[in-house]
RNA sequence: CGGGAAGUGGCGCAGUUUGGCAGCGCGCUGCGUUCGGGACGCAGAGGCCGGGGGUUCAAAUCCCCCCUUCCCGACCA
């Protein structure tokens, strides 16, 4: 009988959810104020992810730089809706060389400020357009209240700050990596999002517009994963970003700006995860298989290693990231519950009888279940399970996002349906703020998206029964 | 930042009411037996009881301040 049971998913989520990061071995907490560590199985996973994006970044023509992590605060000062929006969250060093400082510096929240301050000096022309800039790093905010991997005071990520000569074109811009952001998110991380537009509450400070990526977790929570902004000329005004057009004018540059954060890490446990565990998704699973050797004896160790070391190397020729647990201190059982608490996609089972057969027993951790494939059939399908069950773990999540994807006609559904069921809810919208606030003063829910293209709902606002402008999707959210 | 709960070997907890030798389970180390769904025996190691101050002959235990975590709100990737 298994001890030590992980908290049922269905009656206590969060519980669920900090077990699983903690046992898999992904993240505990740090020392300070809602700061966090990440492990090596977490980071694994979080590397998995930077490749990912990273790749397409390359493609879609960005280059990686590095801006400091401090700057002085009157430089956050200049753009009055940014400043306001992040002022409560910032973080400011007082003190260096142990003296006060003359000049407060400000831990970056994110960088527009520094990285636009600098474009000032490095945008001249039209010809130094477009310039298409990305980071990775961290940034710390000051959050009320954090939880591993969804909300940390510090936080990995990656933000992209592009400067374009027409406002087109930063639109372009911004809506293109809304498409890589959504792209990853369901081929690689097999989380079906909803793409569109914030409303202007939810926007970013200081945005013209604001592309979100939305997810739903399996207890029915909406979480926002990524985030692409249209910025227009505010930043460039802010800082005098200034160049001369081809018609010979002086012009101030247009802006982006996008982010992907460590959050997706969690993302990925609170859309796949189960009673077990974990069950991540092949293309970014750090381990994609685990070879397990049984043996009950020193006379069929021996073969067993030897079956096992063979089905190894034969996959690591294929590409596949896979492992032999060899521990001589866990008996079998112990490392099945292990690895499936991981979220290993396939488990092979080598012990004495398969040596026999000639075969090895494969275990499935998004389906359930067990196989045997002769050592090599499954050598040579590997690659094309991994890929099925790929395709197999976005279909399960995106059936059960697509379940809780509802409309209400009224707003007693729209309300009740927030409450009681959770998960997205659509309604006909006039895109009043006072509507907004109604439905979240009742509900708790947000507006996590608008249509990327406006589009008359053909009803009323379900909220006040004016002519509607557009369809909301509602829920509430990490 | 408001309301609630909690911090005791790596992890989970008891002990606090009524002050008096710091304990239990898991894990860890060694040896042996085991090994196809979370093994067992024997022998060990490991703790300024979150931090600081106070009361007392004596503090994990009582008082004050601070820090951190969890849950519920307000804020957010």
């Given at each position: 009988m298994a001890k030590d049971q992980l908290p049922k998913q269905a009656e206590n989520f969060p519980a669920w959810y900090l077990e699983v990061v903690k046992r898999a071995g992904m993240a505990e907490h740090g020392p300070a104020r809602g700061s966090q560590i990440i492990k090596p199985y977490g980071f694994a996973l979080w590397e998995a992810v930077q490749r990912a994006l990273d790749d397409r970044f390359k493609a879609t023509g960005h280059e990686n730089v590095y801006f400091p992590l401090l700057f002085p605060e009157k430089l956050l000062a200049q753009e009055a809706d940014h400043v306001e929006g992040f002022a409560p969250q910032v973080a400011v060093v007082t003190r260096g060389g142990g003296e006060e400082l003359e000049e407060p510096l400000v831990i970056r929240p994110t960088s527009e400020v520094i990285m636009w301050s600098t474009y000032k000096n490095w945008i001249q022309s039209y010809r130094d357009l477009p310039l298409l800039l990305n980071q990775w790093c961290n940034v710390v905010r000051w959050e009320m209240r954090t939880r591993l991997f969804l909300r940390t005071s510090e936080f990995l990520w990656q933000e992209g700050h592009t400067a374009h000569s027409t406002e087109g074109e930063a639109v372009q811009e911004a809506l293109q990596m809304l498409e890589v952001y959504r792209e990853v998110a369901e081929d690689e991380l097999a989380i079906p999002v909803l793409t569109g537009r914030k409303s202007a509450s939810e926007r970013f400070p200081g945005a013209l517009e604001t592309y979100p990526i939305e997810a739903l977790m399996r207890d029915g929570k909406a979480l926002q994963a990524g985030t692409s902004h249209f910025l227009g000329q505010n930043f460039a005004k802010a800082y005098d970003v200034q160049f001369l057009s081809t018609h010979g004018e002086l012009e101030y540059a247009w802006a982006t700006s996008w982010g992907v954060s460590a959050r997706v890490v969690g993302g990925i446990i609170m859309t796949h995860g189960d009673d077990k565990g974990l069950r991540l998704p092949p293309r970014v699973a750090p381990v994609q298989i685990v070879i397990v050797p049984i043996y009950s004896s020193d006379e069929g160790k021996g073969g067993v290693l030897e079956l096992a070391a063979r089905v190894n190397e034969a996959l690591i020729g294929r590409s596949v990231r896979v492992k032999v647990d060899d521990r001589d201190q866990y008996r079998p059982g112990f490392k099945f519950a292990e690895w499936e608490l991981k979220g290993v996609p396939l488990r092979v089972e080598i012990g004495p009888r398969d040596v026999a057969a000639g075969q090895v027993t494969v275990a499935d951790r998004i389906n359930g279940g067990k196989k045997a494939y002769s050592a090599v059939s499954f050598i040579d399908e590997a690659p094309a399970l991994l890929k099925e069950l790929q395709r197999a773990l976005f279909a399960d999540a995106k059936a059960f996002r697509d379940a809780n994807l509802r409309e209400a006609a009224s707003f007693a559904e729209l309300r009740d349906g927030l409450r009681e069921h959770g998960g997205f809810w659509t309604a006909p919208w006039c895109g009043d703020f006072q509507c907004e606030q109604k439905v979240s003063a009742e509900?708790?829910?947000?507006?996590r998206v608008l249509p990327l293209v406006r589009e008359d709902p053909g009803a009323p606002c379900a909220v006040c029964g004016k002519p509607g402008v557009e369809r909301a999707t509602w829920a509430q959210s990490y």
């Open positions: 509900t708790k829910a947000t507006i």
